[in-house]
């Protein structure tokens, strides 16, 4: 693609010759001919000197110091982003139609532009929209609903009575709707709930591989627009995620809790249930929640690493803070 | 259904108009004509009072606040469990039969009352008892059996060699019979030990969305009757759970452990492998166990959530935790 | 099979009658005849006097305290695993040929002596390698590569140009090659960069049953050969393991980081991304590592368990730890 196209569908200005060809993105350090790379800030600037990439996205700062045609931008990562999609082609777009070894079923709706992979199952009146993908034995479920250009790769479970809205993606793996963990105690043990709710994933959103979303128990589960979830994520019945909220791996948030929007969670992070996390709050890699945050903010909760011998000491005095809590008091005192 | 006809089922006796029809369940505040709905405790006082449900499960204590007909219940919240299974047919219950897409071992027994589902697998020698439902693309491995009514929703994957009890409930993306993580050092790297041990699960066990049992080295992993396991669960190699433990999502166990009964182990736990939690034993979300417990009672050990800028402070008065312990000791001395 | 003739296998020598036949493993305590069994020390040879194995594998040391035929050998432990794939088939080694329901693209290149189970897709310009397994309900996507004597049990997902070495195990639920986690915030939310590297893994690597490991956002994610991941491992964008390294279950790596060889990372284990942890670190279970680690050798981070009535007083003093810095400080300058 000629820069000056490539410009044009980036909605960038540019400097230098626009006439040349980029294939593909590299990073500055590995870039060579055909390569488009970018730099973001000041931080990148030798190894922009130094790029052999055909072009560079930069910021307006950094313009000088390319050693190769420019494209600039106010913010060169969103710019990265958007050309990742413009110089390389989507995977998950494939020929629409419905592949031979796929089952649909007779009461189902799939759009005459959308895909369904090997094997796919699509169930009794089940609704795939427009332009939507739907992976290699991937199964949605009676009643459900897959929106416009949203692509389910290989292997998702969309079960009975889900929606999910347009242009999402989900990546192998991932299970919509499996049944929660609501149990009322009898004397014969366990009785389970029956779990009646849904989930509804907004449009934009994104839920990564091995990641679990569970029906709710009576109401239904809910995942605003523009959420993204990384790999690994466990969202309990009826839970509710906040517009654009960030999660990042192998974080478990329990039953009813609520993230507010535009909050970003760390890996690993573990929230309770019946909690309220309130917007803009941001939480630290490893972090327990078991309280509800009113206040937009940072949190952290993760104690340090050590060294195996110095570890130990600390374990242990961990483990005898109370007391000496009580000691230094009863020190003031004297 | 007549409130009457459900009474019946509930073995329940009722206050009220039992001719009205319910139709299906809803919280206090969401409840409208055709609905049932519970209270359980005087906190719900309020909004029983204000409720527009057609009926309610109350405990005596509450029937005289209730504005409608209702069913009264030593539990309101298991006589809930209980109605949500009459009033809402399960999903997973569909017409006996295999599917003309599965694929049937021609030495696999199959009853003719249970269901298997589109391109699901049944390997050789795998027994299918009666009522049990195979979800499309499961796969049951050879001479593994699945129970009478016991109910695997898509993508479950049975290994060889595995035993499921009668009226479990599996959800999608389990994988149930993983060989574990054995292996022996040597100079070349680690060998696999090969895994030639099962996975016994009991009868009334439920198993989460993308839970992991791995088989047993040499004899079988065992997860006793009435056990509830959430989503996202790893059970290592030839660890036992006693009867009717509930295990809440992304807990991990390692190899050996042994759980008594009727623990209740919360989110995200983590316990290292070769010890031994006695019976009755509850452990607090994010806990992580090292040692064995030998005492019922409940145990915890997360830090609290800070605002980052304390946290910060924290971490790092954490890391002097050994040292401060001398300094007060120093301080008493004197 | 003889005694001998498995000696003869093992490259062992052996005391007794090398006639006597073994036909499986079991433990020193549930061994009886036609048992093999192994002792590892001398913390073993009270049962290894009491065991009615037809024969042990032990260290020299032990060999007296045998009451049957021993087999002699430096590491019982791990001539027990070589002994293990001896004497039990391996339930992956299956037939070669493709399944007739499997669905392998006329462009795919899957050789004479690989198994390709019941429902497995096998997409345009994949190879498989020679003695290869490709289990039920697998998908192995366009332009990836499954090496020679690698086996990739049911419901396995290779996503799109990835590579796997020769003699790997996959186990089932495994994703490999998902799209990472990669967002530019934008004035209209998260805008998703197109993950346009591969996942390349090497020989005699171990992938527990539903781990992830994620493609490269533009150069590869890299696990190396040797290494063994447990179940539900999650491994960012750009990761890379080195050689024989050993992760425990559950544990989460963000993206960036770089492992180095012969490590040991214990379960739960969170390790955020961008960091370098040189070669030989051991972490205990349960830690989480912000920082990268430059000195071999082991570390943890847990804190205690506690009943809970001690740990939630642990709990107020540990948030009230920096001021408690403070007042000792204090305390000393008097």
Same mark, same amino acid.
């Given at each position: 693609m000629k820069l000056c196209e490539l410009a044009q569908r980036l909605a960038l200005s540019w400097e230098g010759s626009a006439d040349l060809e980029v294939h593909r993105l590299a990073s500055l350090r590995n870039a060579g001919p055909g390569d488009l790379s970018f730099a973001v800030s000041a931080q990148h600037k030798q190894a922009l000197i130094d790029t052999h990439a055909t072009a560079v996205l930069v910021p307006p700062a950094l313009a000088?110091? +390319?050693p190769c045609p420019t494209l600039i931008c106010d913010s060169p990562y969103l710019a990265y982003a958007s050309a990742s999609w413009v110089l390389h082609p989507d995977p +998950?777009?494939?020929?629409?139609g419905i592949a031979a070894t796929a089952s649909v079923h007779a009461d189902a709706r799939v759009h005459e532009s959308a895909a369904i992979g090997e094997f796919a199952v699509i169930d009794r009146e089940a609704v795939v929209e427009a332009h939507a993908v739907i992976g290699a034995h991937c199964t949605v479920g009676a009643e459900s609903r897959v929106g416009a250009h949203t692509a389910l790769m290989p292997h998702v479970v969309v079960a009975h009575g889900c929606v999910l809205g347009e242009h999402c993606r989900v990546q192998s793996g991932a299970v919509i709707g499996s049944e929660g963990f609501g149990f009322a105690p009898s004397a014969n043990g366990w009785q389970a709930i029956h779990q009646i709710g849904g989930v509804r994933v907004g449009s934009r959103v994104h839920i990564g591989a091995n990641t679990t979303i569970d029906r709710g128990a009576m109401d239904d589960t809910e995942i605003a627009d523009g959420v993204i979830l990384d790999n690994q994520i466990q969202i309990a019945h009826n839970v509710k995620i906040g517009k654009n909220t960030a999660i990042a791996g192998c974080v478990g948030i329990a039953g009813s809790t609520v993230v507010g929007s535009s909050c970003q969670i760390g890996g690993a992070c573990n929230i309770v249930g019946h909690l309220k996390i309130t917007d803009g709050v941001v939480l630290n890699a490893a972090s327990t929640i078991t309280q509800s945050i009113t206040e937009p903010g940072r949190y952290g909760s993760a104690v340090p690493l050590m060294p195996v011998s110095r570890w130990r000491r600390a374990y242990i005095a961990f483990s005898q803070l109370d007391g000496l809590m009580k000691r230094v008091r009863k020190l003031e005192q004297k």
């Open positions: 000088d110091s +390319a +998950a777009l494939v020929k629409p």
